[in-house]
């Protein structure tokens, strides 16, 4: 038996504020799930604090938002301001949506990991999180 | 599966095997297939195994010819019949569109509150006697401008409306050119409409000299797009209250619309778009029949926006399914006896879903092919051409010209409007406009089992099925299965596109939210009370719930108190992951 | 945070939200520190009332659960939460959704609301779910309630050891009184008809009222399970709800049943580690045997049955079996 056989990836899935655009969160779901990922969904018009609050809950690796409205250049920032706060500044913050590029670099400096723009195959997500879990798995052995 | 059920999924090839052989057409059949086409097949392999249609996969066999409509049981003046008489499978309108082709209309891309009144301005200096009323996600979803969920949307998508006041200044129109207002902000109608209908009386608009459009299908919004606040059972309840106001004070507005556009942007089959929609308009009518309205009087009312994607043949028999099915309803289910109420009213639209970030200008071959459809499968009243760029530009005045354009090339460059419904008789189309009739109804029969469409909402059931399909499409164009030229097909480097948005300066929302908050300050606190208590009454003894709002508006309760004296009686909609889909 | 199993513990006992959510983490997939952890917080648990609530795919649960957490904080308790859905048999990803329906308790630091998968492992979720009700339980949380669909023995395991199970039925679903399994049936403390606004909810009552009865004549109980009537949307019947679990808790206090219950979760706990442990010793004690591959040689040549291959597996690692 590895040390990881029961480990498995906890992702978080969000919605914030006024945003109930649902098709882009019900595939990424489906996608991680089929990749054997724990989803946990937030519902709609969340707040930040709410996220926030459930992912320390949860104690998920990953927090992912979808935004397909203006909104994300308020919500994301404090999200990851939140999450620091509440002591959950190691979990992987990351979106998908409608983000335009030139809001990325801003994005990124609030502490938004990493940004899937319009268009990503799922499949680039799902190996996106696994290198990730690897690593941090990997990370974690060396660690002790 | 949400598919077809009944659909038989190859009744024709049932009919030719050998014993049950009948006719000279079956042996000649056979022949040509064991002899002509057989051998050719033997050599060369087909293109795809099986071939299947677009949307609903259903398997296309190589021919079509006269037994599938025998097979079909088919009957020209039982299925068909003629244009303008029952069931109207050929047209609603007995000349089709030999008289006048349908309505012309563009869709003006995205709109930023502030500048609404400006551009509707500008619109009807264009000519234009129409226009759609834009709200912000805070307005559509309940909200006030300083409510905390509201924080960077304020004025974004369309108008702030907090209070009468904000529409006041934003019916700054000239209404004598003004003719025909449509308003999109569903889940908070009565306020919506009390407001509208304030705004107008105070500007002195005659209400008999224009026509208020309120889409107010809200069901629709509980299977996809999601900008609804209460539960379902208590939408519908809104959505009653206000068509009875409309159709008691302002006979001559349009009270409904069920968008069933929206199902097949989020990517429902033509079968489930027509039965989910469908149903949820005969749990709309059920609602105005226990408060004793007849069908004849409430039928006309209703009014359809549907479109045709990629789907071509199954886009064109949809719509010719769609006319029949809803005569065949509103005859066999409800005993309706006027034409008006078994004449659908559909408007159409070329679909978004098959336009591309990448390559854009392959947008405009698709929407010149979906238009087509659309009038080889008899459009409807109106028709509207989205925008080839509207995935990432504004709405650029070359954009706007060719969608326009696209609708008077096909009308009056190809032909395809010049005789009635000129695909009918086509083997094939017969074929899958009676499949699709066929699934339709069992699909219905099915979400009737269910207890209606309220219940299937309730249970989750539309949700579910439309996150299938949803992700069903997406791993299809992942692994290639479906071709997508730019996406998966075809592709070249290109440069990244993007989707631009709308960035309002802070202070937008700043002063918004000064503004409502100097208006809270400054009415008379005690009317809004007593106000806002008339709501809650309202909303808890069923009556209803359009004259209390029109008290309170005028009192200037805003948007956002008058949606939480009834959240407070109705609570809010909390869907889970089962009933979102997810 | 500290990620030692001491620091772990000392935050779970100064009721450290993270704290708890990371300790039940590693109790789910076994990480050593969480065994250590758990022994440090042991000695205080065995306070919390443990509510489960059971009934079929849709039948409210969650809006229930969501409903309870707020009348159990108005009468000042705080809560802990453990809602657990279905993980995918292929996958063994899931989405759990449950909590959506207790968002509106997200920003309450009173409350903590942990989903969790059923992970498809023999015995380890009935562990692992009362592994994280020790853990809310060492927070201080007054009541613990666990949301399970209640399909398979773990689960019934899992209801069925709560100091107060809760049945919940609807009406419209057709089969649903058929659907209390005789195992839950048994095990109900509370019956409950949810969506009593929704038509069908009579006669519902009516056949559960003579299920009971029967079972009242089968087996007496100490306890006659009420059978209440909730409308979870809107909130109706869960003060009553409440006050019969209070009442039914009373009533477990006073007889010593309370106690019993967590003696009875503690030995399903022991004995099911113990099957655990002593098949990971077999089986590790198999590979290291030189006579494993060789008796497997045989049965794949077909040279011998996999009873008789077991059996002499086992002869030659020494072990007695009846
Ligand atoms: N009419 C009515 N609907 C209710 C009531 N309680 C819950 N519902 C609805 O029933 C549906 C399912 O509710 P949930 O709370 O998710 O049910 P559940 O038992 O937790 O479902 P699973 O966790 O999926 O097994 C939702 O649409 C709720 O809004 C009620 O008292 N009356
Ligand atoms: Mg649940």
Redesign the pocket.
Known sequence: MTAFANRRLRVLLAKLGMDTHTIGVTVIAHALRDAGFEVIFTGLKQTAEMVANTAVQEDVDVVGVSSLSAAHMKHLPKLAEFLRQKGAGDKLLIAGGVVPLEDIPQLERAGVQKIFTMGTETKTIVDYLQTWWAAKLAAEQSGG | MAIPNRHPDNPVRDALTPERSVSPLTDAFNAWQQNTQGPEVAKRGERQTPFKTQALHWPVHPLYTPLDLEAAGFDYQRDVGFPGEYPYTRSVNPNGNRSALWTMAQVTGFGRGTDWAKRARFMLDQGLQGLILEHDLATTNGYDSDDPLAEGEVGRAGLAIDSLEDLERAFDLPFDRLKYLMSVCNAPQPVNLAMIIAALEAKGVDPKQFVLHIVNGILIEYTCVGRYIYPPKHGLRIATDCFEYMIEHHPNWAPISIISAQLYAARANPVQELAFSLSIALQHIDALLERGHSIDKVAPYFHFVTGIDMDFFEGICKLRAFRKIWARLMRERYKATRPEAMKVRVMSSPGTMSLTLQQPLNNISRLAIMATACALGGVGETMTTPLHDEAHALPADEAIRVGAAIQHIVAHETGVADTIDPLAGSYYVETLTRQIEDAVMTEIDKIMAMGGALAAI??GYFQRELAREQCDRNRALEDGSRKLVGVNHLVHAEERREIPIFKLADEVEAEQIERLQELRKRRDQNAVDVALAAVRDAARSGTNLVPPCLVAVKAYATHGEICNAMRDVFGVHHP?A??AGV | MSQTAAGIAAGVLAREIGAGARLIRWLEESDPRGRDALALIYPHTGRAHLIGIT?P???????LTNALISEQRKRGRRVGVIAI?PSSPFSGGAVLG?RV?MQTHALDTDVFIRSMGTRGQLGGLSRATFDAILVQDAMGYDVVIV?T?GVGQDELDIVSLAHSTVIVSVPGLGDEVQAIKAGLLEAGDLFVV??A??EGADALTRQLELMLHLREQTRPHAWKPPLMH????TGQGVAALTDALDEHLATLKASGAFTQCLIARNRHMFDSLLRDLAAQHILAAASAQPATAALIHAMQAGQIDPYSAATQLVACMSLQFP
């Open positions: 309730e249970r889970d089962q009933t | 009934g795919p849709g039948a409210g649960k969650s809006t859905d449950d329906r949301e669909v949810n969506k606004d929704r909730t409308t979870a949307l």
